[in-house]
T-cell receptor, first 114, second 112 residues
Framework: KQEVTQIPAALSVPEGENLVLNCSFTDSAIYNLQWFRQDPGKGLTSLLLIQSSQREQTSGRLNASLDKSSGRSTLYIAASQPGDSATYLCAVRGATSGTYKYIFGTGTRLKVLA | DTGVSQDPRHKITKRGQNVTFRCDPISEHNRLYWYRQTLGQGPEFLTYFQNEAQLEKSRLLSDRFSAERPKGSFSTLEIQRTEQGDSAMYLC??????????FGQGTRLTVV
């Protein structure tokens, strides 16, 4: 059974810092991994999708890496800003036959202080 | 296309009442997902449609829950005889085949 863990659960940093959020998963048989951002009381906003054959994806100040064999992904945020404050969720879609769902971690709550 | 749309955004209902939520996915997406999220937790999978076929259901989806996607376009999620434990955010997402999943803004259900 796939389990997704995100560490740390919460993080508070001063503006301008570079930071790394971690995601680990127990079953390396995945199709892809997606990072999302969620603001309080809102839906999820897609940040980056990494297919199982890829090692990393970049979008602006965000870079996500994937090491499928070790069951890990990291989301790197460069030059953090107060507007980056949100909960960041990772989700994996398994490659087991007959399953299509994304399994989510519990998220990392990020606060960037001005 | 403005993305995944969910209606209503908020619903307050009395225990024992039935409620129905609607999700309009991105038009070219054939995959549609329903999730439930409670405070401080990640979204939990409820069910998945590929076109009009419901291909996967979570054990969380008790007999009181039913979902449909009659023409492979919009979807509805109905909860019968609501209980206080059903209070949560209900999220809908859509995607193409192995492409990025996009979520709606969710429907927040409060059962009083």
């Amino acid at each position: 059974k796939q389990e997704v863990t995100q560490i740390p659960a919460a993080l508070s940093v001063p503006e301008g810092e570079n930071l790394v959020l971690n995601c680990s998963f127990t079953d390396s048989a995945i199709y892809n991994l997606q990072w999302f951002r969620q603001d309080p009381g809102k839906g999820l906003t897609s940040l980056l999708l990494i297919q199982s054959s890829q090692r990393e994806q970049t979008s602006g100040r965000l870079n996500a890496s994937l090491d499928k064999s070790s069951g890990r992904s990291t989301l790197y945020i460069a030059a953090s800003q107060p507007g980056d404050s949100a909960t960041y969720l990772c989700a994996v879609r398994g490659a087991t036959s007959g399953t299509y769902k994304y399994i989510f971690g519990t998220g990392t709550r990020l606060k960037v202080l001005a | 296309d403005t993305g995944v749309s969910q209606d209503p955004r908020h619903k307050i209902t009395k225990r024992g009442q039935n409620v129905t939520f609607r999700c309009d996915p991105i038009s070219e997406h054939n995959r549609l997902y329903w999730y439930r999220q409670t405070l401080g937790q990640g979204p939990e999978f409820l069910t998945y449609f590929q076109n009009e076929a419901q291909l996967e259901k979570s054990r969380l989806l008790s007999d009181r829950f039913s979902a449909e996607r009659p023409k492979g376009s919009f979807s509805t999620l109905e909860i019968q005889r609501t209980e206080q434990g059903d209070s949560a955010m209900y999220l809908c997402a859509s995607s193409g085949m192995n492409t990025e999943a996009f979520f709606g803004q969710g429907t927040r259900l409060t059962v009083v």
